[in-house]
């Protein structure tokens, strides 16, 4: 039992490791509620395809300010807001298909990104963050962005909640109820970008589609009302975020990666807990 | 999007000004809906050519035509959803796109039925349109849902999940939404498609109901003796009208050669068949005697 308690407490002597709880936390709950969209519409290629190419975009930031942590933040959000606006209209009137576009965009933006990365010296550990999150390396002013743009992102998700419903299920039915439908498609890509740019520290590019989509679809296999589906997911999440980050500091995993396979591991006892029992089929 | 399109701007679009740009009002004496030149083009091909009709309110009226024919196009250019490339579509005298009591009925296929939404969800965002931006479903609203829930007989599967409901009870709870609405013109896309027999009359018998209760109703059917059988008006559709009128004049030999293209033989009782290649993995052959 005091072991228990010390597996879990211990760490929490260390005021980065308490950092770290806190936004893996908000962020895990943050991608659920955004995934719910994304696994429900189809997105999670978009959402791959963003967090990836906000990478130039971090990485003129990084370049222009001699690494200042503070300003990268709002790199990404102008570039990760400017993609998905841009892919919002080119999938729309494009002569490809919208998966080949996009497909095409984001390899290109993120050879770019890595190109401009690798022109400083010893740039690989920088790399590494923004491939692979540094939840450690979060600071008290990082939360307070996490805070208030997830916040923020939340709240639009609750103002629009009965909008984003009718255009995720029946964008037919929105377009008869004369709801603005291409508006509410550019906000949720726009939510989504902000869940990217808020979730970067934590997670990284290469690992964020999983936080989008994995808590949300183990909770998808639980429930079937789309409210309880958002609220499980983000409890997942959640969950996901601060066990994972305890696997981490055990272990010594990359704290990224121990988020994710926790995530995945909850998501695979659901999935084996709802197959048919007997046989084995 | 084609160019040069028109697409109906939202209702709420001007934020944050005056939520909600005046609806359509509806003109006294013009017809419940007038489809005039109608065309539409998608990749430069003709999905409609030149459709022109005019329905009466309280009207009802059977689209049939062959697999291809442009009958999903024409419901959703009637509804606002898709723009036409020329030509124009009036309701009560205005443009589709301002009215909010057009109810579209999607076919089966075009709904995702693993989407976690309840029976009574799906009958609520019915209401969504005249709740207007952050404003919750009221008392009022669940009255609403729960008396047109109960019309159409769903009352007891209000809590289901979507996936759990048959295909007679799905295309209820679709009626079910276009009462909530409270449309005065509902369009049904293949309302009877994959359906037996009592589940067809089931839905026919619903027809009836928003009929009474005022609406305009115009169904897309496969089904030549359903149409000729429970429609006053029908709509021979092949991209162009075939025909318009009662059935006994719409569908002669030579109109359902017209627009079916396929081989038709007579029968010795003065019926006639009209095979439709299109459908034969169907198994149906669209008969009328």
């Known amino acids: ?281 | 999007m084609r160019e040069g399109a028109r697409r109906c701007r939202p209702s709420w679009s001007k934020l944050p000004g005056r939520l909600g740009r005046p609806l359509a009002v509806h003109l006294p004496g013009a017809p419940a809906l007038e489809v005039d030149h109608l065309t539409v083009l998608y990749d430069g091909r003709p999905a409609l050519e030149d459709v022109t009709f005019r329905l009466s309110g309280g009207e009802r009226l059977a689209i049939v035509g062959p697999n291809g024919a442009g009958k999903s196009t024409l419901l959703k250019v009637i509804a606002g959803v898709l723009p036409p490339t020329s030509g124009e579509v009036r309701i009560r005298g205005q443009d589709p796109c301002g009215h909010r009591c057009i109810a579209y009925l999607p076919q089966r296929n075009e709904i995702d039925w693993r989407f976690p939404v309840t029976v009574f969800d799906v009958v609520m965002m019915g209401r969504v349109g005249r709740l207007g931006l952050l404003r919750r479903p009221g008392a009022r609203d669940r009255a609403l849902v729960r008396q047109a829930l109960a019309a159409v007989g769903l009352a007891e599967l209000a809590a289901r999940g979507i996936g759990e409901l048959s295909g007679g009870q799905a295309q209820r709870m679709f009626i079910a939404r276009a009462l909530a609405q409270e449309a005065e013109l509902v369009l049904l896309d293949e309302p009877l498609a994959g359906l037996d027999t009592p589940s067809q009359e089931a839905i026919l018998g619903l027809l009836d109901l928003l009929q009474a209760g005022g609406a305009t109703l115009l169904l897309s059917l496969h089904d030549l003796d359903i149409a000729a059988q429970h429609f006053p008006l029908v709509l021979l559709l092949n991209r162009r009208v075939v025909a318009f009128g009662p059935p006994p004049q719409a569908f002669t030999p030579e109109k359902l050669v017209e627009a079916f293209g396929g081989r038709l033989r007579t029968l010795p009782d003065s019926g006639v068949i009209v095979t439709d290649p299109c459908r034969t993995q169907e198994g149906g052959d669209a008969g009328v005697g």
Not at chain 1, 11 to 18: K, S
Request: net charge positive.
């Open chain 1, 1 to 281: 039992m005091q072991a228990l308690a010390d597996f879990f407490t211990s760490p929490l002597a260390f005021p980065f490791m308490v950092r770290g709880l806190v936004a893996s936390a908000l962020v895990g709950a943050l991608c659920a509620v955004m995934g719910t969209y994304v696994v429900l519409r189809g997105l999670a290629f978009f959402g791959d395809a963003l967090a990836h190419a906000i990478l130039p975009g971090v990485a003129v930031g990084y370049l222009t300010t001699a690494g200042d942590r503070r300003s990268l933040f709002w790199w990404g959000l102008g570039t990760a807001i400017l993609v998905a606006l841009g892919i919002g209209a080119v999938s729309k009137r494009g002569r490809l298909k919208e998966d080949t576009a996009i497909g095409v965009v984001f390899a290109g933006m993120f050879a770019l990104g890595i190109a401009l990365i690798s022109t400083v010296r010893g740039y690989a550990v920088e790399l590494v963050h923004f491939l692979f999150g540094n939840v450690l390396g979060v600071s008290t002013h990082d939360l307070v962005l996490i805070g208030a743009f997830g916040g923020a992102a939340l709240l639009v998700v609750l103002l629009f909640y009965k909008e984003f419903l009718v255009i995720s299920f029946d964008p037919d039915l929105a377009a008869t109820l004369r709801l603005p439908t291409a508006f509410l498609r550019q906000l949720l890509l726009v939510l989504i970008a902000v869940t990217v740019v808020v979730s970067l520290k934590t997670v990284g590019v290469a690992l964020m589609l999983a936080m989008l989509v994995t808590p949300a679809a183990t909770a998808y296999l639980l429930v079937k009302r789309f409210s309880w589906m958002m609220a499980v997911g983000a409890g997942l999440g959640a969950l996901s975020g601060v066990l994972g980050l305890y696997l981490s500091y055990w272990t010594g995993i990359a704290s990224g990666a121990a988020i994710v396979l926790v995530a995945t591991g909850l998501f695979l006892l659901v999935l084996l807990s709802r197959l048919p029992r007997g046989g084995g089929a």
